[in-house]
């Protein structure tokens, strides 16, 4: 069964301070691991999409990386406008998605 | 070039009552989907349209049934509602031959 598990469920960052967020998974056949940003009461909004280990994708101050098993969301220099909860989901047979990591940046 | 729109934003509901919410999209895509989300969970599959005039199972059909009524459009129903249904949920389209999905605002469901 595909699984997608995100770590920490939730992460307080000063402003400026870098981190990264986490997404481990497990899928038969990836067709792509995707990284989606979700504002409190509106959908998600696609960010990055990614392929095979090793492959890495820029925005902005957010950098995805992708391994076999994991995927991370580097976020350097946060600003109070990056605060959201992200979400990671891959595609094998179906799409499934993560919980989530509820991001705040405080100025 | 509104994207993904959805009706109702919210609605409350008795337990036992029917409705469907609407989805649309402007995008020309030909794959749509539905899903819920609840609290410390993901997003989880209903039902998905691969092309208009096919719909399929996702995770978690029961109690739900769709309509892929054109390209542009995929209604969600529910005909007797409960209260384990309350949830936000989410419409999706992509693309043929892209993985990348657009959402809706969604609707938030509460059942009494």
């Known amino acids: 069964e595909d699984q997608v598990t995100q770590s920490p469920e939730a992460l307080r960052l000063q402003e400026g301070e870098s981190s990264s967020l986490n997404c481990s998974y497990t899928v038969s056949g990836l067709r792509g691991l995707f990284w989606y940003r979700q504002d409190p009461g509106k959908g998600p909004e696609f960010l990055f999409t990614l392929y095979s280990a090793g492959e890495e994708k820029e925005k902005e101050r957010l950098k995805a990386t992708l391994t076999k098993k994991e995927s991370f969301l580097h976020i350097t220099a946060p600003k109070p406008e990056d605060s959201a909860t992200y979400l990671c989901?891959?595609?094998?047979?179906?799409?499934?998605f993560g919980p989530g990591t509820r991001l705040s940046v405080l100025p | 070039n509104a994207g993904v729109t959805q009706t109702p934003k919210f609605q409350v509901l008795k337990t036992g009552q029917s409705m469907t919410l609407q989805c649309a999209q402007d995008m020309n895509h030909n794959s749509m989907y539905w899903y819920r989300q609840d609290p410390g969970m993901g997003l989880r599959l209903i039902y998905y349209s691969a092309s208009e005039g096919t719909t399929d199972k996702g995770e978690v059909p029961n109690g739900y049934n769709v309509s892929r009524l054109n390209k542009r459009e995929f209604s969600l129903r529910l005909e007797s509602a409960a209260p384990s249904q309350t949830s936000v949920y989410f419409c999706a389209s992509r693309d043929r031959g892209n993985y990348e999905q657009y959402f809706g605002p969604g609707t938030r469901l509460t059942v009494t």
């Open positions: 989901a891959v595609r094998g047979q179906n799409f499934v």
